[in-house]
C-alpha cells in the first residue's frame, strides 16, 4: 500500500511538472492524462494486488504444509510417548507383581524356616530326654553287671560240662561204631558210615547245613555236596551232630527225614550277651530207614556258625 501511495504521488508530480512545462501544448488534455493515469494505476494496483494475494496464498500454502508437517510430527511424537508410557507403565506393573511374588516367598520360607526350627528344638528336647533315660537305664545295667557277669560264668560252667560230656559221648560212639562193624554192613558185607564237617562259618536261614568236607565215608552214602544222606538197605542207623557258635550269637538246628522235621534238635544261646564265651550244642539220636530215605540236618535260624574243626556231622548203620 505504501508503495501505491508513493507510485501515485510521483505521477502527480511527473504530471504536474509537464502541465507546467506545457501548458498550451496540443497533447493530451490533463483529464485525458488523468483518465490514462487512473486507467494505469488501476491496472497497477490490479498487478499488485495479484501479486500479494500470489505471495500470500503461497506464504499460506507453506505455513499450511509446516503446520500439517509439524501436526503429523507431532502426532509421532506423541505416539511415542504414548507407547513409552505404556511400556513404562507395563514394567512397573510387572515390577509391582514380582515385588509381591518375593514378598510371598519369603514369608513362606520364613514361615518354614519357622517350622523347622520348632521341629529341631522338639527333637533336640526328645534327643535330651532319650539320652538322660539312657543314662538311668546304664546306670541300672552298671548296677546289674555282677550279675550277668554270674549268668555268663554260669554259661561257662555248663558249656565246659557239655563238651565234657560230649568228649565221652563220641569216645562212646567211637567204640559202638567198631563193635557195630560187623553188623553195620549191608548185605554184600560193605560198612555203612560216615563222618564229616563244614569248612565255612556263616549264617543260615531254614537252610540245608551242607558238611562239605569228609572224614570218613564206608559205603559212600553221604553227598558232600548236597549235605544228605542216602540210606543204601532198610536199617536202623545212628546220627549225631554238633555245632559251635559265636558268643552273642545263638544257632538252632534238627534232623530232617525225607523233608519232614524229626523232634531231635541242637540248639545253643547267648544271645545279647556281651562276652567272649562260645556255646555248642549236640544231639545224637536213632532212626529206623528205608532203602533210598534221605537224612540231613536243617537249620531253623543260625548265626555265628562256626566252621572247622568246631563241628560235624556223623552216622552209621547199627
Known amino acids: 500500500m505504501l508503495r501505491i501511495c508513493v507510485y501515485i504521488f510521483f505521477v502527480f508530480v511527473v504530471f504536474g511538472v509537464q502541465g507546467l512545462l506545457h501548458p498550451g501544448g496540443t497533447g493530451p488534455t490533463i483529464e485525458e492524462r488523468f483518465e490514462a493515469l487512473e486507467k494505469e494505476l488501476r491496472g497497477n494496483i490490479?498487478?499488485?494486488?495479484?501479486?500479494?494475494?500470489?505471495?500470500?496464498?503461497?506464504?499460506?500454502?507453506?505455513?499450511?504444509?509446516?503446520?500439517?508437517?509439524?501436526?503429523?510430527?507431532?502426532?509421532?511424537?506423541?505416539?511415542?510417548?504414548?507407547?513409552?508410557?505404556?511400556a513404562q507403565e507395563m514394567l512397573l506393573v510387572q515390577e509391582r507383581q514380582l515385588r509381591l511374588d518375593l514378598e510371598r516367598e519369603m514369608n513362606k520360607t520364613l514361615q518354614n524356616i519357622s517350622n523347622v526350627l520348632q521341629i529341631s528344638k522338639s527333637r533336640i528336647d526328645n534327643v535330651v530326654a532319650e539320652q538322660e533315660a539312657k543314662g538311668k537305664l546304664l546306670g541300672v545295667s552298671m548296677t546289674n553287671t555282677s550279675i550277668f557277669r554270674s549268668a555268663i560264668q554260669q554259661q561257662v560252667n555248663q558249656i565246659s560240662a557239655s563238651l565234657s560230656n560230649t568228649q565221652n559221648h563220641l569216645k562212646t560212639l567211637n567204640a559202638s561204631i567198631q563193635s557195630a562193624s560187623t553188623s553195620s554192613r549191608t548185605g554184600d558185607g560193605t560198612v555203612v558210615a560216615f563222618t564229616a564237617y563244614a569248612s565255612s562259618s556263616k549264617d543260615y536261614n531254614t537252610e540245608k547245613i551242607v558238611f562239605n568236607s569228609v572224614i570218613t565215608?564206608?559205603?559212600?552214602?553221604?553227598?558232600?555236596?548236597?549235605?544228605?544222606?542216602?540210606?543204601?538197605?532198610?536199617?536202623?542207623?545212628?546220627?549225631?551232630?554238633?555245632?559251635?557258635?559265636?558268643?552273642?550269637?545263638?544257632?538252632?538246628?534238627?534232623?530232617?527225614?525225607?523233608?519232614?522235621?524229626?523232634?531231635l534238635d541242637a540248639h545253643s544261646n547267648l544271645q545279647g550277651l556281651s562276652s567272649t564265651v562260645y556255646t555248642m550244642a549236640t544231639m545224637t539220636g536213632t532212626l529206623h530207614l528205608s532203602k533210598g530215605d534221605e537224612v540231613w540236618i536243617q537249620t531253623q535260624h543260625c548265626e555265628g556258625f562256626l566252621g572247622s574243626p568246631y563241628n560235624s556231622f556223623s552216622g552209621w548203620k547199627l
Request: hydrophobic share 30%.
Open 46 to 86: 490490479t498487478t499488485l494486488q495479484q501479486q500479494m494475494f500470489a505471495s500470500e496464498t503461497l506464504a499460506l500454502r507453506q505455513i499450511l504444509t509446516l503446520e500439517r508437517t509439524f501436526r503429523k510430527e507431532l502426532e509421532l511424537e506423541m505416539e511415542e510417548l504414548q507407547a513409552n508410557f505404556s
Open 217 to 263: 565215608n564206608y559205603g559212600g552214602a553221604y553227598n558232600s555236596g548236597t549235605g544228605i544222606f542216602t540210606s543204601p538197605t532198610d536199617g536202623v542207623y545212628a546220627f549225631t551232630w554238633t555245632h559251635l557258635t559265636h558268643y552273642g550269637r545263638y544257632c538252632h538246628s534238627y534232623l530232617t527225614k525225607d523233608g519232614t522235621r524229626l523232634n
